[in-house]
């Protein structure tokens, strides 16, 4: 691929696109909970400006609530959500995050019974609370204490799953991982009865927060560390090997900024890793050789816009900072929608349970943060 056997142009390409990077730092922390970064702009910016915004939600709003159904009962629905430090638990919970500064306890649990995912990778998570908790806690939130779910979480990020979730031998291993690159790994175990013996691999991720250069290194080191888990699984030998042709998910907040050169997103897409190395060559990520696919779904299904990420009182643009990648080679998408409770008819926030200002973190200043990501998939060749 581009940078293969060209470790000068690539150093001097990484380069030239960090010094073309002009700001856009979100406030989402890092992802290590001992070293959070901090709400500003880059060393020696000072915005001047509000940024153009998408238009305010209009009083004619989407009347249909036809995007939270599933569109078969087969159909396996995952959701990814950052969901700003530990702010979806009580306000006196000994282990909330000491970064925990607002509080949607009752907003996340009638999202999370609107949409009722089968998969949900959660970012901004305090890593000192325990798998066993957090399943309890979630089904305390869906309304449905005989509803169990498996849960793996590492560092701020996790995966709970209403099907068995294997953790053991699945982990994001290559041989050069650090312990700050990773990020919370499993195999779904889907129902035979329905799925055949077909599997769901996901990697729910948290990319580094930041808009310097050794911000955007790091983003570039922990997408060269997951490419490179993605050519060990697909490829006979190494720490794992999937079952051929397994779909598998790379999901969470990949802090992707318009004015960000995304080369870590690229890195994930093509299997272009940058520091060979340290992490091997190139990949091709997909089980038939070719690029995954990026879901980049809109608001509500409606075709409009599809920014992940919002706030108002920063000048920073919104953006698609969340995203869902996705074997598309054994995955298809039947459904998908970023949920933006701004755009619902009052007879839809009544039918699904759900309130108007439910997406906003702090409607007094319009505060969005990150916003829900929902995807229906099914198989290519279902069993």
């Known amino acids: 691929m581009k940078f293969r056997n060209a470790r000068a142009l690539g150093l001097v390409g990484w380069l030239l696109a960090a010094c073309s990077y002009s700001g856009g730092v979100t406030p989402s922390p890092v992802v290590s909970p001992t070293a959070p970064a901090v709400a500003t702009p880059p060393a020696g910016q000072t915005p001047t400006s509000h940024p153009s915004r998408v238009p305010e939600p209009t009083p004619t709003r989407s009347a249909s609530d036809q995007f939270l159904e599933r569109p078969s009962p087969d159909t396996i629905r995952v959701m990814t959500y950052n969901i700003n430090w530990d702010s979806i638990f009580p306000e006196d919970d000994p282990q909330n995050h000491e970064l925990r500064e607002f509080s949607r306890e009752g907003a996340f649990g009638r999202i999370l019974r609107a949409v009722r995912p089968d998969i949900l990778c959660l970012q901004e998570i305090n890593y000192l609370r325990g798998a066993a908790d957090l399943g309890e806690f979630l089904s305390t939130e869906m309304e449905a204490a005989d509803e169990r779910w498996s849960v793996v979480n590492i560092r701020d990020t996790v995966i709970a799953s209403r099907f068995e979730l294997i953790e053991e031998g699945y982990e994001l291993v290559t041989g050069s991982v650090l312990p700050d690159l990773d990020q919370a790994a499993g195999l779904v175990d889907l129902p035979d009865a329905k799925y055949g013996p077909t599997d769901l691999y996901l990697i729910c991720a948290h990319f580094k927060a930041g808009g310097t250069l050794a911000d955007i290194l790091q983003r570039g080191r922990?997408?060269?560390?997951?490419?490179?888990?993605?050519?060990?699984?697909t490829t006979p030998g190494g720490e794992l090997d999937l079952v051929p042709e397994t779909p598998f998910l790379i999901v969470g907040d990949f802090n992707v900024y318009d004015t960000d050169p995304a080369l870590h997103l690229r890195t994930l897409l093509r299997g272009d890793i940058y520091n060979e190395d340290q992490f091997g060559e190139d990949v091709e990520p997909d089980w038939d050789s070719t690029s995954?696919?990026?879901?980049?779904?809109?608001?509500?299904?409606?075709?409009?816009?599809?920014?992940?990420?919002?706030?108002?009182?920063?000048?920073?643009?919104?953006?698609?900072?969340?995203?869902?990648?996705?074997?598309?080679?054994?995955?298809?998408?039947?459904n998908s929608f970023v949920l933006n409770t701004l755009l619902l008819a009052d007879e839809v926030l009544a039918a699904s349970g759900l309130q108007l200002n439910d997406v906003l973190l702090d409607a007094s200043t319009g505060y969005f943060d990150h916003l829900p990501v929902v995807v229906d998939f099914a198989l290519v060749s279902p069993p």
């Open 222 to 233: 922990q997408a060269d560390a997951i490419a490179a888990h993605v050519g060990d699984f």
């Open 292 to 334: 995954l696919s990026d879901a980049l779904p809109t608001h509500n299904g409606l075709g409009g816009p599809n920014y992940t990420w919002r706030n108002d009182s920063l000048p920073f643009s919104e953006g698609e900072l969340d995203r869902v990648l996705y074997s598309d080679s054994v995955l298809v998408i039947e």
